[in-house]
């Protein structure tokens, strides 16, 4: 039976935090009313409040043969703070930790009606249109929903006894860290409100306006004050907009103009928003489905099939809704605070790559154009950074940004600056573009001049020795004294998988130029076994004393070999031995109640474990991210229970996605992680590496069905349960169809 499209809570709103969402990518609301008041806090994805200028990276280069000493002696906090005594040195900017600009709300839209009654307000939210219900205790009926195609947040309330109250639009609640003038209008149909900032730094955004159109059906409207009074208002229909300086606007909508017809205005929405939505389904499980069951409900019974699926449409509802013209933040394209936890932005040592998991393998290729676009606009800051910090060509991507790809967040304790795989790992994310689509214009336009940057900085950089400085974010060494190292098994693999996906990408445009990247390839270190049989965080050649294991650790940076196509360096027994023991390593210090923050942590594993055909840990790994890490309302959080954060959204249908089919170029494995507990399922939309589509994999009683297609004719090994291999011919417009036993389920 079909799972329930929707989210359904009646837990009580404390802050923000507890909101349902919407949002159509470039902007968005947190819908949060409690009894006595309707809440919406509008956002959208380019408000940065401007706190700080971008900085150039600090010029480390020339000290780079000292800081190579500094590690090979084992001295990993001693590099650290040269780094960060030469970068205050060259600009008193960075004497203290300098962070990115945040991501901040823009306003509140709020409705306080007269002489409110107590009691539990029942909240909805419709995945496969974005649409928002509360209903108050008074009968008051709230429905909200962020259209695409108007580019606005559109919003109605109804109440069978008239609506009489207030209606306000103001700035986010506590003093902001950067001055902001904010001014209003007032009139019967319309709340204005405009926003500056006199004090910004060179570049800082200028400010922004929100505009709200309001239409009422009977009573009365008058403008009183900074709001609106409503008397008798039978309905109100109201058009919401946030326009941030110097970027244009989207949609059919001016700023200020009324959308006709609230109904209308949904159905539009729906056929874009339910498009994405609809591409893929999962389903597990044949028992009953409650479709009116409450979240926290559901949370409490545990990781039941029922809840998985659930949580999967959940988590990709959460990315859709925040991927525009820009990729998600950290909280997607929502906010409600002026100081978010690290400022919100694009954190690309995990939190960013996680959120995007996803996209691909549930059929929404077309959501990755953002963050290529963002960093593709990034690409002279990371040059420069290139050159500032190593003396190196190409590219470097900070770990933390988000107005500018400048270098600028760093300190002792978190050597970012020493973190170098950035853009490899980003070079994966664009082959697998090409890889999905089968766009070979973008692979020559766009990922081949990105995947050749990255490259060349590894060129300059690589010595004898390996990498140098080296980071496995955010982890210590066992017995080291700082987070600075040499040869991170995460820079080894990354750089590893840039040089074969350059490798292909040379071959398949038929450009010359590859034998550059085989040189650099054999320059590359190997991995190596840790002294208790695990896969090594810090790879070899042996690095300096006390780069030994620490397996208490939110990240699991070493395991990304197994992520995305597994390096064939791991089809030898003894490496596939070591990684197991890896993630099983970190997987028993995340059952255990120390471990608390960072969800994405347990995406890494469960994308490792599902891709060894571990399929009882991977499914822990959703077992934990499903009891842990989600509100009532089935947004889902970066600490237990705590802290707004979307990453895991993309991530926990991405593990899922790779418990069903591990993918690589000319090979598909069918059921590769099933576990136990989903002894039935059927899943719809699945997309592979090659260019490969699972429009149907369906499983029951010891029995599979596949139907395959591919976006272009080609020849795929398809690997069955058990290990059984079908070279099947797959084109466009026919579906194979393939029957096989499942076993072990």
Avoid: K
Avoid at 247 to 264: H, N, Q, R, T
Avoid at 500 to 528: C, D, Q, T
Wanted: proline fraction near 8%; glycine fraction near 12%.
């Amino acid at each position: 039976m079909p799972a329930a499209r929707q989210v359904r809570t009646r837990h009580p709103v404390g802050n923000w935090e507890d909101a349902l969402v919407t949002g159509n990518g470039r902007q968005g609301a947190l819908v949060h009313s409690t009894a006595d008041r309707v809440r919406l806090t509008l956002g959208h994805e380019r408000l940065f409040l401007p706190v700080a200028e971008a900085l150039p990276a600090p010029g480390t280069a020339p000290v780079l043969p000292e800081l190579r000493e500094l590690l090979r002696r084992g001295r990993s906090r001693a590099a650290a703070e040269r780094i960060a005594r030469l970068a205050a040195r060259e600009h008193p900017g960075y004497a203290d930790t300098r962070w990115i600009d945040p991501l901040v709300g823009a306003a509140v839209l709020s409705f306080a009606p007269r002489g409110p009654r107590p009691g539990p307000v029942t909240r909805t939210c419709d995945l496969g249109s974005g649409l928002v219900t509360e209903e108050l205790p008074d009968g008051t009926v709230h429905r909200a929903f962020a259209s695409r195609p108007d580019d606005a947040v559109v919003v109605e309330l109804a109440s069978p006894r008239g609506l009489d109250g207030t209606l306000r639009l103001t700035p986010l609640e506590g003093p902001p860290p950067v001055p902001l003038e904010a001014a209003s209008e007032t009139a019967p149909g319309l709340l204005a409100l405009r926003a500056d900032f006199p004090g910004r730094p060179p570049g800082g955004l200028s400010g922004y306006t929100v505009t709200c159109a309001v239409t009422a059906e009977g009573g009365r409207v008058r403008a009183r004050g900074a709001g609106l009074d409503l008397r008798g208002v039978r309905r109100l229909r109201l058009v919401a907009r946030v326009r941030v300086d110097g970027f244009p606007a989207s949609g059919a909508g001016a700023p200020g103009e009324a959308v006709p017809d609230f109904a209308g205005a949904l159905e539009r929405h729906r056929a874009v928003h339910g498009d994405l939505m609809s591409r893929f389904r999962l389903e597990l499980g044949d028992g009953p489905v409650r479709p009116d069951a409450l979240g926290e409900d559901l949370l409490a019974a545990g990781p039941t099939p029922d809840l998985v699926a659930r949580l999967v449409d959940a988590g990709r509802y959460a990315i859709v809704s925040s991927c525009g013209d820009l990729p998600p933040t950290l909280q997607g394209v929502w906010s409600g605070t002026y100081d978010p936890p690290w400022r919100s932005g694009y954190t690309f040592d995990g939190n960013l790559p996680s959120a995007v998991a996803a996209l691909h393998a549930t059929g929404t290729p077309e959501l990755m154009t953002g963050l290529f676009d963002l960093l593709d606009g990034m690409a002279d800051d990371m040059a420069e950074n290139a050159r500032r910090l190593y003396g190196c060509r190409g590219i470097l991507l900070p770990a933390h940004a988000s107005t500018s790809g400048r270098h600028n967040h760093f300190g002792p304790e978190w050597c970012l600056t020493c973190w170098t795989a950035g853009a490899a790992w980003m070079s994966r994310l664009y082959w697998d573009h090409y890889s999905h689509t089968r766009d070979r214009a973008f692979l020559r336009e766009r990922a081949l001049p990105f995947l050749t940057a990255a490259a060349e900085f590894h060129e300059d950089f690589l010595t004898d020795e390996g990498f140098s400085p080296s980071y496995s974010p955010e982890n210590t060494p066992g017995d080291g004294d700082g987070q600075a190292a040499v040869n991170a098994t995460m820079d080894v693999a990354a750089v590893r998988d840039l040089v074969r996906n350059l490798l292909r990408a040379h071959r398949v445009l038929g450009v010359p130029g590859s034998r550059r990247w085989a040189r650099l390839g054999a320059r590359l270190p190997g991995y190596r076994t840790a002294a208790g049989g695990e896969l090594a965080e810090w790879a070899g050649p042996a690095g300096p004393v006390g780069q030994t294991e620490r397996h208490a650790h939110r990240h699991a940076s070493h395991l990304y070999p197994l992520w995305y196509e597994t390096d064939p360096a791991l089809a030898s027994p003894r490496l596939r031995a070591a990684a197991v023991a890896a993630v099983r390593a970190r997987l028993a210090w995340w059952r255990g109640q120390e471990s608390d923050e960072m969800a994405f942590g347990l995406v890494q594993l469960g994308l490792a474990a599902a891709n060894l055909g571990l399929a009882a840990e991977a499914h822990q790994t959703l077992a934990l991210l499903a009891t842990r890490y989600w509100r009532p309302t089935l947004v889902p959080t970066h600490n237990r229970g705590s802290l707004f954060n979307v990453d895991i959204g993309g991530g926990f249908p991405a593990v899922a996605a790779a418990m069903l089919a591990r993918s690589a170029e000319g090979r598909l494995d069918l059921l590769p992680a099933l576990p136990r507990e989903w002894s039935s399922g059927r899943v719809e939309g699945l997309r592979a590496r090659g260019g490969v589509v699972v429009d149907l994999l369906e499983w029951s009683g010891g029995r599979a069905l596949a139907r395959l297609r591919a976006v272009e004719p080609r020849e795929t090994v398809v690997v069955l349960p058990g290990g059984a291999r079908r070279r099947t011919a797959l084109v466009p417009d026919r579906t194979v169809s393939l029957q096989f036993p499942v076993v072990g389920v």
